[in-house]
C-alpha cells in the first residue's frame, strides 16, 4: 500500500516563494511517475507537473508554469519536490501529489494516477 505525504504548504505573500514536498512510503515499483495537482475554490483538480522516477524527465502544464514551477525528486530519500517561485494570487489552492504506472509524457489527468496524497494548502495573499 503505497502511502503519499506533502507538507510545505502555507500562507505566502505574492512575488514569494514555497516549497512543497512529497514523501512517497510503501512502494515496490522500481518504475512509475509521480506528479503534482492543484485544485483551487470552485475549481476542478488540475495537473501542474510530472516527474519520471528513473530518468527525471518532466513535463508541466500549461508549459509557461515551469517559468515560476519547479518539480525535482530525490531517489534516496523517496522525495519528490515542488518548487514555486514567483506566486500569484491565482496559484492559491490545495496541493496534492500523486503516483502513476503510466509514463510522465502521458500521466497528465487524474485518471492516470492510482495514489494521492491527502494535500496541503498554500494561500497566496495580494
Known amino acids: 500500500q503505497v502511502s503519499l505525504e506533502e507538507s510545505g504548504g502555507g500562507l505566502v505573500q505574492a512575488g514569494g516563494s514555497l516549497r512543497l514536498a512529497c514523501t512517497i512510503s510503501?512502494?515496490?515499483?522500481?518504475?512509475?511517475?509521480m506528479a503534482w495537482f492543484r485544485e483551487a475554490p470552485g475549481r476542478n483538480r488540475e495537473f501542474v507537473a510530472d516527474i519520471d522516477w528513473i530518468d527525471g524527465s518532466t513535463y508541466y502544464w500549461p508549459d509557461s508554469i515551469k517559468d515560476r514551477f519547479t518539480i525535482s525528486r530525490d531517489n534516496a530519500n523517496n522525495r519528490i519536490y515542488l518548487q514555486m517561485n514567483n506566486l500569484k494570487p491565482e496559484d492559491t489552492a490545495v496541493y496534492y501529489c500523486?503516483?502513476?504506472?503510466?509514463?510522465?509524457?502521458?500521466?497528465?489527468?487524474?485518471?492516470?494516477?492510482?495514489?494521492w496524497g491527502q494535500g496541503t494548502q498554500v494561500t497566496v495573499s495580494s
Open positions: 500523486a503516483q502513476s504506472f503510466f509514463a510522465a509524457h502521458v500521466a497528465h489527468t487524474q485518471g492516470h494516477f492510482d495514489s
Open positions: 510503501g512502494s515496490t515499483a522500481s518504475r512509475y511517475t
